[in-house]
């Protein structure tokens, strides 16, 4: 039998190049192109498409912001979030989970009215009993139990669902709280439902 051995490292080299010289789009075309595609849509969804500061040099950056621009970003993000007045951040782990696993909210399909859920189960494994989840984000599995139940860890995960980018400038995770995709109460429930000692998210 006869074996053939294919170059693998120059075809990997030639893609590599080809990948390389893939030109940048003309940002301000860009933008014109994408207003376009909404002109016809209601006021509040061509609101959509008008970037802020931070997702306008997160676009640039594709994502990866020099180090001074990322510090820039946490740090106008980091004053966005509001904590609850009253102090606690943990709410109800059982309606935690529902908002964990509701997709919607935000769409041309919902019903009037509906209320917007976190649909985070489409990034992380949050129940370790799950085995049909997203994988974009870390799992969640044990993440309370992972840090002691901390109170001030209850207040980084609050922090973290209302704006991620005060975390990690660029991040994928949306900023929840600050686009009031999610109210307070329902990032209480969802930080319960990541903290709380008896949240099967905890289990043994």
Not at 176 to 198: C, P, S, W
Request: charged letters at 20%; aromatic letters at 6%.
């Amino acid at each position: 039998m006869r074996v053939v051995l294919i170059a693998i490292p120059v075809l990997s080299g030639f893609l590599a190049a080809a990948h390389a010289e893939t030109p940048r789009a003309d940002p301000a075309l860009v933008e014109k192109t994408v207003a376009a595609t909404f002109s016809q849509a209601p006021e509040a969804w061509r609101a959509r498409v008008v970037q802020d500061e931070t997702q306008r040099q997160c676009s640039l950056s594709r994502n990866e912001p020099a180090p001074a621009e990322a510090a820039a970003i946490q740090a106008r993000e980091a004053g966005t979030i509001v904590y609850p007045a009253d102090g606690g951040v943990i709410g109800d782990w059982r309606r935690g989970a529902a908002i964990a696993q509701n997709g919607q909210g935000g769409q041309f399909s919902d019903a009037p009215g509906v209320a917007s859920g976190g649909n985070c189960y489409a990034c992380h494994q949050i129940d370790p009993k799950e085995i049909s989840h997203g994988t974009l984000g870390p799992t969640l599995a044990g993440y309370g139990k992972s840090r002691d139940f901390g109170a001030e860890a209850a207040r980084v995960v609050y922090a973290k669902i209302f704006n991620a980018q005060a975390t990690w400038a660029c991040s994928s995770m949306p900023r929840f709280g600050h686009n009031r995709v999610l109210n307070e109460q329902q990032i209480k429930d969802l930080t319960a439902y990541l903290m709380a000692r008896d949240s099967p998210v905890n289990a043994p």
